[in-house]
């Protein structure tokens, strides 16, 4: 079975750093490109950050470049989102998804098969 699980997530002031953690079970992640969503209130879910596990290529939205940076770490079958510098508009709930769709990673969550159940990103100002 297929699972997505993940972590880290919490009250930080803004200016903060955190760091997510998407742990994958029931597949392994060199087969999928993984992606870090977020979805605030009332908004729809929007890419942050994505890897292909094809060739290491990433996407970051506007939004987030320079700030939060996405990496494998293949031995703990593991997605983390470094995220620096956090401002009050990044306060979502976070989602880690999984898919086996090729191509540069684009940040569409349509794309995505495999989801998990989310963390909360609160940023105060």
């Known amino acids: 079975e297929v699972q997505l699980v993940e972590s880290g997530g919490g009250l930080v002031q803004a200016g903060g750093s955190l760091r997510l953690s998407c742990a994958a079970s029931?597949?392994?992640?060199?087969?999928?490109?993984i992606g870090w969503f977020r979805q605030a209130p009332g908004k729809e879910r929007e890419g942050v950050s994505c890897?292909?596990?094809?060739?290491?290529?990433?996407y970051y939205a506007d939004s987030v470049k320079g700030r939060f940076t996405i990496s494998y770490d293949n031995a703990k079958n593991t997605v983390c989102l470094q995220m620096n510098s956090l401002k009050p508009e990044d306060t979502a709930a976070y989602y880690c998804?999984?898919?086996?769709?090729?191509?540069?990673?684009?940040?569409?969550?349509?794309?995505?098969?495999?989801w998990g159940q989310g963390t909360q990103v609160t940023v105060s100002s």
């Open positions: 998804g999984a898919t086996t769709t090729v191509g540069p990673p684009r940040g569409d969550p349509d794309e995505y098969d495999y």
């Open positions: 890897i292909s596990s094809s060739d290491g290529s990433t």
């Open positions: 029931g597949f392994t992640i060199d087969d999928y490109t």
